[in-house]
């Protein structure tokens, strides 16, 4: 796949839709692919390599920063998210300056009613992020719908640590009868094996590195549900946490990667993944593991 070249030292950025849609136009005339990165901000390595796959597989790359006001069921985490625009297009342009940015305002996507459209996520929404992030959902659905009719991508890149997300936007696609194909892509790790995440900016350095006990429980689940019962991992990882005085947790679940329902009973035909949510200081950590 040839990427097109723009020939400039950088792409300006649009902050709105209308120039936006006009300028993709000419691609989707001319029958090219258009990758899609939707972010919001605070890019880290992770982000880097979704879009870096993008620029692999597609004629064009667009990447969306945008801090979407209805997913968040906390006030407080959507005041403290991370806006860090100049930076993130710093990165951007160093990795590629081919690639387009898009950084709308409320306002631009919104258009004065900032709420969110209910969906029928067919039972995918009901457990760990859903139940615990009321109306989370609904907010990720509104916003990725909204930015796919105006990027009209031909394929989109999304990280496997918000696998439940992945799920649920493959759902609402497939349902909404959109023209792209949905990528998950695998998760990218710090060198303890924190997953990368732009919350992590927000840990001190102490508790950076010890959010490793995270991913190492997650592996050690992994061992366990090899001879062991999911209720009986759940226990384990109980255990675990009452012990630990740093990280609270919020939830771990063993649920079948298809329909997300937790893990009852072990079927020999089924994969299953283990989902957590810690938090610490306030601040949410989630990451997630094949089991399989
Ligand atoms: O995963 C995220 O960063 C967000 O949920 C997304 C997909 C950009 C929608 O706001």
């Not at 040839?2 to 300028?23: E, Q, S």
């Not at 806006?83 to 993130?88: I, N, S, Y």
């Not at 990720?140 to 990280?159: D, Q, S």
């Amino acid at each position: 796949m040839f990427a097109f070249n723009f020939n400039k030292t950088a792409m300006p950025i649009f902050y709105g839709k209308v120039a936006l849609i006009t300028f993709l136009k000419s691609f989707k005339t001319q029958n090219m692919t258009i990758g899609y990165v939707p972010t919001m901000g605070a890019l880290h390595q992770g982000h880097l390599s979704l879009m870096q796959q993008s620029l692999q597989e597609n004629h064009v790359t667009v990447v969306s920063i945008f801090v979407n006001p209805t997913q968040f069921n906390n006030p407080d985490d959507l005041s403290k998210y991370p806006r860090t625009l100049e930076q993130d297009t710093e990165k951007i342009n160093a990795l590629n300056t081919d690639i387009i940015i898009y950084a709308p305002s409320v306002e631009d996507i919104y258009e004065g009613n900032v709420t969110s459209q209910t969906f029928n996520f067919e039972g995918l929404e009901n457990q760990m992020e859903g139940k615990f992030r009321p109306g989370h959902f609904n907010g990720v659905g509104t916003i990725v719908k909204r930015l796919f009719e105006i990027i009209t991508p031909t394929h989109a890149y999304f990280g496997e640590k918000d696998f439940q997300q992945l799920q649920i936007v493959k759902k609402m696609t497939q349902k909404s009868l959109l023209p792209v194909t949905i990528i998950g892509c695998p998760i990218f790790r710090e060198s303890n094996g924190l997953a990368m995440s732009s919350r992590n900016e927000r840990l001190s350095l102490n508790q950076r590195e010890e959010a490793s006990m995270i991913y190492k429980t997650l592996l050690r689940t992994k061992d366990l549900f090899k001879t062991q019962t999911a209720n009986e991992v759940n226990q384990w990882v109980e255990t675990v946490f009452v012990k630990n005085d740093t990280f609270e947790l919020e939830y771990f679940a063993i649920a079948e990667e298809e329909t997300l329902l937790t893990c009852e009973e072990k079927m020999e035909d089924k994969n299953y993944r283990a989902f957590i949510a810690v938090f610490v200081n306030n601040i949410r950590l989630i990451d997630t593991i094949s089991l399989k």
